[in-house]
């Protein structure tokens, strides 16, 4: 049994979590395997509106386990929230959720070095959330990372101890009157109490070697998708750097994030949107600017479910699209938000970029000054409201069009197409 692979394929926010979630009942585990809690996956069902930053997305259905990999970063604050929320609406969570040993922990001075370390950059600030989320990898990689298995350590507390002197040394160079920096609308020492709090209920979640765990419920047959965060353009290597996440958000990152080996990979389904968005700095090159983007972020909702930042919005980029489906060797793709497009008797897709004078289809390496200008081309919209189909062939025409035109684009199949937040609001081709 090989593990399918679901991720997005844009610059995030583009619907993976419904998606998840409708895929769920097929799988026996939904596993997550790199980010933290600057991920924000909304679920909407029977009237009722879920962000989850940490847990994987198909913590709703009850016969699915739900792994948080190796490769995820924890704010035990955040999830304790995360946690709060879905108990007080009486999901059970304790006997669905594991947590891998080897997963990383974001600690109260990742985010106030995040923090500093954003502020210190001026003009040129990459539009972090202000989660740890770069801190936290850098210790990471830099050896000196906490993770979730030290918890059950009986020098943990010297273990954070230390990490929180080596910080807090950094941070005090940036800002002495670092104790007075807000994180969560808490002071800092505030703060840090909750934190040690909030750490007690992660410690009192089951704790297992995914690595192994994932591999023998494979080997005994079980049903594994792999859930990713972020999206493939906000890719450590890949991603228009430094405007990028501290991960990678492709499907080699499912081998590292969950300890995978690349021939057990199956299908991978990459999700993006109708159109683009984008929340933070960095090049866009379809972005819009005019009343289209701004009908496009009003209808859409494009505001940022973990920061609430509006989310910056454009035509639909084709060649950004290939290059995605190329990196993750996506077999499916689903179709987000058709619905927003309904407004529009015209709609204009990018086919290649003008670059220094050239035409190319190719992302360039460096587009920091947004040099890069689409060449569009201009199709029919279909104008007309989706929620009365109940398949695919009562979609309008033009939808259809629209569908196949991407597909005779990028060469991969269009196998879902969802027309509204609901998960109930999903056609599946």
Request: with cysteine; glycine share 10%; net charge neutral.
């Given at each position: 049994?090989?593990?399918?692979?679901?991720?997005?394929?844009?610059?995030?926010?583009?619907?993976?979590?419904?998606?998840?979630?409708?895929?769920?009942?097929?799988?026996?585990?939904?596993?997550?395997?790199?980010?933290?809690?600057?991920?924000?996956?909304?679920?909407?069902?029977?009237n009722?509106?879920?962000?989850?930053?940490?847990?994987p997305?198909?913590?709703?259905?009850?016969?699915?386990?739900?792994?948080?990999?190796?490769?995820?970063?924890?704010?035990?604050?955040?999830?304790?929230?995360?946690?709060?929320?879905?108990?007080?609406?009486?999901?059970?969570?304790?006997?669905?959720?594991?947590?891998?040993?080897?997963?990383?922990?974001?600690?109260?001075?990742?985010?106030?070095?995040?923090?500093?370390?954003?502020?210190?950059?001026?003009?040129?600030?990459?539009?972090?959330?202000?989660?740890?989320?770069?801190?936290?990898?850098?210790?990471?990689?830099?050896?000196?990372?906490?993770?979730?298995?030290?918890?059950?350590?009986?020098?943990?507390?010297e273990?954070y101890?230390?990490?929180?002197?080596?910080?807090?040394?950094?941070?005090?160079?940036?800002?002495?009157?670092?104790?007075?920096?807000?994180?969560?609308?808490?002071?800092?020492?505030?703060?840090?109490?909750?934190?040690?709090?909030?750490?007690k209920?992660?410690?009192?979640?089951?704790?297992?070697?995914?690595e192994?765990?994932?591999?023998?419920?494979?080997?005994?047959?079980?049903?594994?998708?792999?859930?990713?965060?972020?999206?493939?353009?906000?890719?450590?290597?890949?991603g228009?750097?430094?405007?990028?996440?501290?991960?990678?958000?492709?499907?080699?990152?499912?081998?590292?994030?969950?300890?995978?080996a690349?021939?057990?990979?199956?299908?991978?389904?990459?999700i993006?949107?109708?159109?683009?968005?984008?929340?933070?700095?960095?090049?866009?090159?379809t972005?819009?600017?005019?009343?289209?983007?701004?009908?496009?972020?009003?209808?859409?909702?494009?505001?940022?479910?973990?920061?609430?930042?509006?989310?910056?919005?454009?035509?639909?980029?084709?060649?950004?699209?290939?290059?995605a489906?190329?990196?993750?060797?996506?077999?499916?793709?689903?179709?987000?938000?058709?619905?927003?497009?309904?407004?529009?008797?015209?709609?204009?897709?990018?086919?290649?970029?003008?670059?220094?004078g050239?035409e190319?289809?190719?992302?360039p390496?460096?587009?920091?000054?947004?040099?890069?200008?689409p060449?569009?081309?201009?199709?029919?919209?279909?104008g007309?409201?989706?929620?009365?189909?109940?398949?695919?062939?009562?979609?309008?025409?033009?939808?259809?069009?629209?569908?196949?035109?991407i597909?005779?684009?990028?060469?991969?199949?269009?196998?879902?197409?969802?027309?509204?937040?609901?998960?109930?609001?999903?056609?599946?081709?």
């Open positions: 049994m090989k593990i399918d692979v679901l991720l997005g394929l844009q610059w995030g926010d583009e619907g993976k979590g419904k998606v998840v979630d409708v895929l769920t009942p097929q799988y026996d585990i939904i596993a997550r395997f790199q980010g933290g809690p600057n991920a924000g996956h909304t679920i909407e069902f029977d009722k509106k879920f962000v989850l930053h940490t847990i997305s198909g913590i709703f259905n009850e016969g699915t386990i739900n792994v948080i990999g190796n490769g995820v970063i924890i704010d035990p604050f955040i999830l304790k929230k995360e946690i709060t929320t879905l108990e007080d609406s009486n999901i059970n969570i304790r006997k669905k959720l594991l947590v891998s040993r080897k997963a990383h922990l974001i600690l109260p001075t990742h985010r106030l070095l995040d923090s500093v370390y954003e502020t210190a950059k001026g003009k040129d600030k990459i539009g972090s959330t202000l989660k740890g989320i770069g801190p936290c990898y850098t210790d990471k990689i830099s050896r000196n990372g906490i993770r979730v298995g030290n918890i059950e350590s009986d020098k943990f507390i273990i101890n230390k990490s929180r002197e080596r910080h807090l040394k950094i941070i005090e160079q940036y800002n002495p009157d670092y104790k007075e920096i807000k994180i969560d609308g808490k002071d800092f020492l505030e703060y840090e109490k909750s934190w040690h709090e909030a750490l209920v992660l410690n009192s979640l089951k704790k297992v070697d995914s192994y765990y994932l591999n023998q419920q494979m080997e005994a047959g079980k049903k594994i998708l792999a859930e990713g965060a972020q999206g493939t353009l906000l890719d450590i290597d890949f228009s750097y430094p405007f990028v996440t501290s991960s990678n958000t492709t499907t080699a990152g499912v081998c590292i994030g969950l300890g995978i690349p021939k057990n990979i199956g299908n991978v389904y990459g993006f949107k109708a159109y683009c968005t984008r929340v933070g700095s960095g090049p866009f090159p972005e819009l600017f005019d009343e289209d983007g701004d009908n496009l972020r009003k209808v859409g909702n494009e505001f940022g479910s973990t920061t609430g930042r509006p989310r910056r919005c454009g035509w639909l980029d084709i060649p950004a699209l290939k290059y489906i190329m990196l993750n060797g996506v077999t499916e793709l689903m179709m987000m938000k058709s619905d927003v497009m309904n407004q529009f008797k015209k709609i204009k897709v990018a086919n290649s970029y003008m670059y220094k050239e190319t289809s190719e992302l390496f460096d587009d920091g000054n947004n040099v890069t200008t060449v569009y081309e201009t199709i029919p919209g279909w007309s409201d989706l929620t009365i189909a109940s398949n695919y062939y009562d979609l309008p025409c033009d939808l259809k069009n629209y569908v196949k035109y597909e005779d684009k990028v060469g991969v199949p269009i196998k879902l197409v969802s027309y509204g937040p609901d998960r109930s609001e999903t056609i599946i081709r």
